[in-house]
């Protein structure tokens, strides 16, 4: 049975990769490129795309010399490498949420958990043999909190656990004694197995700077005490001490916004009827629309303090992201996705947040491209729009450097070599609404 079910996986991947040899070259005609690599526009552009990579890029003014399948008419479009998810959490269907991430222009996502029944060394399979539609993906582990670290030998048999798995990270959700944590560190190195997640609250903030990168700028908020948060002398040291650990931050400020959304009597109203919603299984949505969320159960959210606390809270984590990113520390978008802050989606709405927070345009989309195609270590294969690179790349209406918001306006997205139109991209989304009624 075993051998047979080999055959099937190997016929299943030569089909691909068959599929994938196939690919038809496509040409972007009279397009406007922002390439990313600097803030800059390159006007009335052809853009060929073969064998899943950018080929050619050339004024739309010289004559084609290339064999062209698909010709795309993108006069008055910009053309923007894919976008980064890198803080995605699977919480219903996975093909469905792959379909919503693709629509909304995500070619490229981090997964930030594996939850019990769930295997996400078996979805990055399918990813990366493209039997499923998928956006090129990353993993980590076990959402691992203090209780999974009963003692320091505990340590080993979870970094092995990880080792022998393959996950591309290991995530730690919670804090941990400082003993289980050096070991942690020690045992982690010694595997070349890198650590990401949440901060060390209850130790100095130079412990926390150990890891690959943090999710939630929130993390600092809580790891610096209340007259620490409020010294602007202090908060610039730590910004620095940030900068020279070589951390990466994700400052996921969406996730929180959802709070006061959730609890806010209006907020909650236009939330619980937002259009999207209906890309949610019923009963998924019908929870996160109910009272029996802990959001609007707990007085620690829902009395008039709190909303006012919250909103104070939200604000701190926008001035400490720009502070983050004045000094040079490596931003990169990630949304956090779970309730009713829908995959790809919300990525949209993340940077609109960190745009908020006083990055420019230019600066705010880095981080769903360039920054997170150097943490991955692929910056020579995405990140930019540049000949030989990987074909993932979206198509807009409107110029994301004059608005942020513009990146969801999108006309078509290719993601490795295969277009998707939008009445390709719009049939992706149906599909999702139908199956989920």
């Given at each position: 049975m075993r051998t047979l079910k080999n055959c099937l996986l190997l016929i299943i991947l030569m089909l691909c990769s068959v599929v994938m040899a196939q690919t038809k070259i496509i040409s972007f005609e009279n397009v406007n490129v922002i390439p990313m690599n600097i803030d800059t526009i390159i006007t009335n552009q052809r853009v060929i795309i073969a064998n899943g990579r950018i080929l050619k890029i050339e004024p739309a003014s010289r004559t084609r010399t290339n064999h062209i399948d698909v010709t795309v008419q993108a006069s008055g479009k910009y053309l923007i490498p894919g976008l980064v998810e890198t803080h995605y959490h699977l919480q219903n269907n996975i093909e469905n949420e792959f379909k919503l991430l693709i629509a909304n222009g995500v070619t490229s996502a981090r997964n930030m958990a594996e939850y019990n029944g769930q295997d996400h060394i078996r979805i990055r399979a399918l990813a990366q043999s493209n039997a499923i539609l998928s956006p090129h993906y990353y993993t980590t582990g076990p959402y691992l909190k203090r209780n999974d670290f009963k003692h320091t030998d505990s340590v080993d048999a979870i970094v092995q656990y990880h080792k022998k798995r393959g996950y591309d990270y290991l995530k730690i959700a919670d804090n941990l004694p400082k003993d289980i944590y050096l070991k942690l560190l020690e045992t982690a190195k010694k595997e070349n197995l890198e650590?990401?997640?949440?901060?060390?609250?209850?130790?100095?903030?130079?412990?926390?700077?150990?890891?690959?990168?943090?999710?939630?700028?929130?993390?600092?908020?809580?790891?610096?005490?209340?007259?620490?948060?409020?010294?602007?002398?202090?908060?610039?040291?730590?910004?620095?001490?940030?900068?020279?650990?070589?951390?990466y931050v994700s400052p996921t400020l969406g996730i929180f916004e959802m709070i006061s959304k959730y609890v806010d009597k209006d907020k909650s109203e236009l939330l619980n009827n937002d259009k999207n919603i209906k890309y949610l299984p019923k009963h998924y949505s019908d929870y996160w629309r109910s009272d029996k969320i802990n959001y609007r159960k707990k007085s620690w959210f829902t009395d008039k303090e709190s909303l006012i606390r919250l909103e104070k809270e939200l604000a701190w984590q926008k001035k400490f992201t720009l502070?983050?990113?004045?000094?040079?520390?490596?931003?990169?978008?990630?949304?956090?996705?779970?309730?009713?802050?829908l995959p790809g989606f919300s990525l949209h709405h993340e940077l609109e947040l960190i745009h908020n927070s006083g990055l420019s345009n230019y600066e705010t989309l880095k981080t769903a491209t360039v920054v997170p195609a150097r943490y991955f270590n692929c910056i020579s294969q995405s990140g930019t729009v540049s000949e030989g690179k990987l074909a993932d790349l979206v198509l807009l209406d409107k110029n994301p450097l004059e608005n942020i918001s513009n990146t969801r306006t999108i006309s078509g997205v290719i993601i490795k070599g295969q277009w998707f139109d939008r009445e390709k991209l719009d049939n992706l989304l149906l599909e999702v609404e139908n199956l989920n009624k």
């Open positions: 650590i990401v997640g949440h901060g060390q609250r209850e130790l100095p903030l130079e412990f926390s700077l150990r890891i690959k990168s943090i999710a939630h700028v929130e993390e600092f908020m809580n790891i610096f005490s209340k007259e620490e948060r409020t010294s602007i002398s202090y908060l610039k040291r730590a910004v620095k001490e940030v900068k020279t650990s070589g951390v502070l983050l990113h004045q000094q040079g520390v490596p931003l990169m978008a990630g949304s956090d996705t779970y309730g009713l802050f």
